[in-house]
């Protein structure tokens, strides 16, 4: 929440860079606790099931969002040409799940 409030109101072409980290640490963290547990991360005798995976879902929808969009723009650019100009548009995951 803060580094979006910075983002808005101070214009730093590093913000990106920070979001990446920032995400690197969460994909780390989640591969960290999924591999300490083990199976019992999602057995529903684990009491923090609803938090695994309600942070599993934030994880990976952020990755997706953030890492394999942008990746897919560029293989589709890289094979088809350019994107049609009415295609470049529109909202971003992380956006709508706001």
Do not use: Q
Request: hydrophobic content about 55%; proline content about 5%.
């Amino acid at each position: 929440s803060l580094v979006m409030g910075l983002e808005v109101d101070i214009p730093w072409k590093g913000w990106k860079v920070v979001e990446h980290l920032l995400l690197v640490i969460y994909v780390f963290e989640l591969a960290v606790r999924m591999k300490n547990f083990g199976l019992k991360f999602v057995s529903p005798s684990n009491p923090d099931i609803t938090w695994n995976l309600i942070d599993s879902l934030i994880v990976i929808s952020s990755v997706c969002d953030s890492w394999m969009m942008p990746l897919a723009a560029i293989i589709r650019k890289s094979l088809f040409g350019a994107a049609p100009a009415a295609a470049s548009g529109g909202l971003s995951l992380s956006k709508v799940m706001m």
